[in-house]
Structure formats: structure tokens, C-alpha cells
């Protein structure tokens, strides 16, 4: 079994920053592919980045150039650093872990963007 956690969100205003982290802890292999995904109200949950073991990336459209997603392995975290962030990226951002057809989820954690 694998636990995700975590930690970071909370209330930013337009324009400004926020940084996410996620640990990850348990059986973890040593290729696996971490990510975060939102989901805001009466939407569908979206990918947002994801990062394999190797490094290589993988970000939507809507964030490419203000979010940078990194991890590191020997610790098992993920990182997601949102900068100039928009109202429409208010949502519950939720840490992934995908490794071998397993697929594993973090609680979330709360982004609001307001002024």
C-alpha cells in the first residue's frame, strides 16, 4: 500500500503564488509516474502535471509557464509550485501515484484563488 499526504494550498489572489507538496510513503516502486490533478466545483477532476521517475514532464495547457511540478525520489515527494495564479485555478488539487497499473490518491487539498 502507498499513502499520499498533502500539504501547502490555501487562499491566494490573483496573480500571486502558491506551492504544494506531497509525500509519499509505504511500497513505492522505483518507476512510477507522480502528479497532481484538480477538481473545482461541478467539474470533472483534471490533470494538472505529472512527473515520471525519470524526470520528464507533463503539463496541461491551462498552466503550461506558471506551474512547475519536480519530485524528489530519494525522499519520495512531489512538488507543485503555482505561480500567477488565476480564479479559475480555484479547486481541491489531489496528489497522484501511478506505478505497474496501481493507482493511488491523496485526501486533496484546497486551492482558493480570490481577491
Known amino acids: 500500500q502507498v499513502q499520499l499526504v498533502e500539504s501547502g494550498g490555501g487562499l491566494a489572489q490573483p496573480g500571486g503564488s502558491l506551492r504544494l507538496s506531497c509525500a509519499a510513503s509505504?511500497?513505492?516502486?522505483?518507476?512510477?509516474?507522480m502528479g497532481w490533478y484538480r477538481q473545482a466545483p461541478g467539474k470533472q477532476r483534471e490533470t494538472v502535471a505529472r512527473?515520471?521517475?525519470?524526470?520528464?514532464?507533463y503539463y496541461a495547457d491551462s498552466v503550461k509557464g506558471r506551474f512547475t511540478i519536480s519530485r524528489d525520489n530519494a525522499k519520495s515527494t512531489v512538488n507543485l509550485q503555482m505561480n500567477t495564479l488565476k480564479p479559475e485555478d480555484t479547486a481541491v488539487y489531489y496528489c497522484?501515484?501511478?506505478?505497474?497499473?496501481?493507482?493511488?490518491w491523496g485526501k486533496g487539498t484546497l486551492v482558493t484563488v480570490s481577491s
Open positions: 512527473i515520471t521517475n525519470g524526470g520528464n514532464t
Open positions: 497522484n501515484l501511478y506505478a505497474y497499473a496501481l493507482e493511488y
Open positions: 509505504g511500497s513505492i516502486s522505483s518507476f512510477n509516474v
